[in-house]
């Protein structure tokens, strides 16, 4: 199993530009998450998902949207790309299962991501 | 969720234990004491967690006070590699996890 994939690992953007942060997992998790994370700080949580076609906001929602059209995949779209959302990005996921679920969020690598 | 109090840093000898304090005075009898762990630019690592039992595993051991308001991680020979910052985190034990993360304590391992 690779885990948590996560592309790009680095991306330079401009003001104003849009991209979109790629998140795949193999491990059938049902629930999925993104947070950031500045520099010196914790993790912030952005948005999660129960499953697929189900997703809602965390603490810091804004200027990002997500979608879950399978329950591999979880994309994190930046719309309007601000100074302010230069930080890492990190992906997740846990498992539903009964038994299986100990409440272990697995992580991926992480995206840094600098907008200038 | 309940609120957590991690030291800032704190330092170890390699091959000492190191023995990472963390307070949550105003945990519930519902939740669970987590901890993670962060690598330098690493994605965050699981370690362990624990109701009210001590925990033990290939990793560390978890050691819960009997009012459960404080607890203990403890690496019981550090290598340099356990260099990291260290999340102790407390939440429900429900389907999904939307944890919070402090800023940790930052452990540093020494020759």
């Known amino acids: 199993n690779a885990g948590v994939t996560q592309t790009p690992k680095f991306r330079i953007l401009k003001i104003g530009q849009s991209m979109t942060l790629q998140c795949a997992q193999d491990?059938?998790?049902?629930?999925m998450y993104w947070y950031r994370q500045d520099p010196g700080m914790g993790l912030k949580l952005i948005y999660y998902?129960?499953?697929?076609?189900?997703?809602d906001k965390g603490e810091v929602p804004n200027g990002y949207n997500v979608s879950r059209s399978t329950t591999e995949d979880f994309p994190l779209r930046l719309e309007l790309a601000a100074p302010s959302q230069t930080s890492v990005y990190f992906c997740?996921?846990?498992?539903?299962?009964?038994?299986?679920?100990?409440?272990?969020?697995?992580f991926g690598e992480g995206s840094r991501l600098t907008v200038l | 969720d309940a609120k957590t109090t991690q030291p800032t840093s704190m330092d170890c000898a390699e091959g000492r234990a190191a023995n990472l304090p963390c307070n949550h005075s105003?945990?519930?009898?519902?939740?669970?004491v987590y901890w993670y762990r962060q690598i330098h630019s690493q994605g965050p690592q699981y370690i362990i967690h624990?109701?009210?039992n001590n925990e033990t595993n290939e990793m560390a051991s978890l050691i819960i006070t009997e009012d459960r308001k404080s607890s203990t991680l403890i690496l019981p020979h550090a290598t340099l590699r356990d260099t990291a910052v260290y999340y102790c985190?407390?939440?429900?034990?429900?389907?999904?996890?939307?944890?919070?993360f402090g800023k940790g304590t930052m452990l540093l391992v020494s020759p």
């Open positions: 624990g109701l009210k």
């Open positions: 105003t945990i519930s009898g519902n939740e669970y």
């Open positions: 491990m059938n998790h049902n629930y």
């Open positions: 998902s129960v499953g697929a076609g189900i997703t």
């Open positions: 985190i407390v939440r429900v034990f429900s389907g999904y996890s939307t944890l919070t």
């Open positions: 997740a996921s846990s498992s539903l299962l009964a038994g299986a679920n100990t409440g272990e969020l697995f």
